[in-house]
């Protein structure tokens, strides 16, 4: 199943003019992770007709060579990410189970024992437990993404097609208070909107965006989000809408995204469906197929503040 037409494709510069957007207009802040930080608030949302190719940056390569110790790609670890959160995945060893390898860091011994958890365990306010165990009044976890895939086929016209990662009780920091999450959410508040012509636009808004490291991945794997949610509704997937609150360049990164702004612009790639499940639950990054990727080099050496 493709989600593109036969055309030729343009090149995209929406990311490029959001590194430009916040060199030029951001503002250098400390940040929690040591390393100041350019930031902007709320610029331009990027937005993606997905018709036009896929939402995977071509500035640098997000499909490297694997070896045999690590046999997934960047772009196929984004994707092993989004559905291991979408079915309630809150460890390390859970997230590897579905092809994600790049929360070691963040999840050590020390960064979890200081909240009261085992290492490995992104803990109670946590991606995985928003999207799929929701703290209720009732007791009954809550499972958004089945709940709101139910609304969207019964009611596809309502605005209220909406899913939230923050369990708001488990975030707080300050002194005498104990933080139930080990990374608080930085993307994934989820807006569906389905037209009368059966076209979904997804809207993801990030509260924090690391725009030369985190934010590409998130790029693909809410653009592949997309494709999922709009075949087990039996709709075209028709737009994907990136917008952020706090978007922001490390002043460490900054030789590597003047990099990047000096490199012309590449056509954008495609993304397949490969026998997709009926089962939403059932999506995995085997069900995703890239193609007509030609990218710049990568950039080796970005650094990533934890």
Same mark, same amino acid.
């Given at each position: 199943m493709l989600f593109y037409k036969e055309k030729i494709y343009m090149p995209d510069v929406q990311y490029k003019r959001l590194l430009r957007d916040i060199l030029e207009n951001g503002t250098e802040v400390k940040s929690q992770q040591g390393v100041n930080a350019i930031r902007l608030m709320a610029p331009n949302p990027m937005r993606f007709k997905l018709a036009d190719g896929f939402p995977m940056i071509t500035d640098r390569n997000m499909d490297p060579k694997t070896s045999e110790q690590l046999p997934v790609t960047i772009w196929q670890q984004a994707i092993g990410e989004i559905f291991a959160f979408a079915n309630g995945i809150r460890t390390l060893k859970g997230l590897e189970e579905f092809g994600c390898y790049w929360w070691k860091d963040w999840v050590t011994k020390e960064k979890c024992e200081k909240r009261g958890y085992q290492a490995g365990d992104?803990?109670?306010?946590?991606?995985g437990p928003? !999207?799929?165990? =929701?703290?209720?009044?009732?007791?009954?976890?809550?499972?958004?993404f089945a709940e709101v895939l139910a609304e969207a086929k019964?009611?596809?016209?309502?605005?209220?097609?909406?899913i939230s990662p923050w369990i708001p009780q488990y975030i707080p920091r300050r002194k005498g208070v104990r933080q139930r999450v080990?990374?608080?959410?930085?993307?994934?508040?989820?807006?569906l909107d389905i037209t009368h012509e059966n076209k979904l636009t997804l809207h993801?808004?990030?509260?924090s965006g690391d725009v030369p490291v985190g934010v590409p991945a998130n790029m693909i794997q809410y653009g592949a989000l997309t494709l999922a949610i709009a075949h087990i509704l039996g709709v075209e997937a028709y737009e994907y809408v990136h917008s952020f609150s706090n978007a922001h360049i490390f002043v460490d990164q900054i030789d590597a995204v003047e990099k990047i702004l000096s490199r012309e612009p590449i056509d954008l790639p495609q993304m397949e469906?490969?026998?997709?499940?009926?089962? !939403?639950?059932? =999506?995995r990054r085997e069900h995703f197929t890239l193609l007509n990727y030609k990218p710049h080099p990568g950039i080796k050496g970005i650094p990533v503040a934890v």
């Open positions: 992104l803990a109670d306010g946590s991606y928003g !999207f799929h165990d =929701f703290p209720t009044t009732e007791g009954t976890p809550f499972n958004q019964e009611n596809p016209h309502l605005r209220t097609l909406f080990v990374v608080a959410p930085c993307h994934g508040w989820i807006h993801m808004f990030q509260r469906l490969k026998n997709p499940p009926d089962d !939403f639950f059932s =999506f």
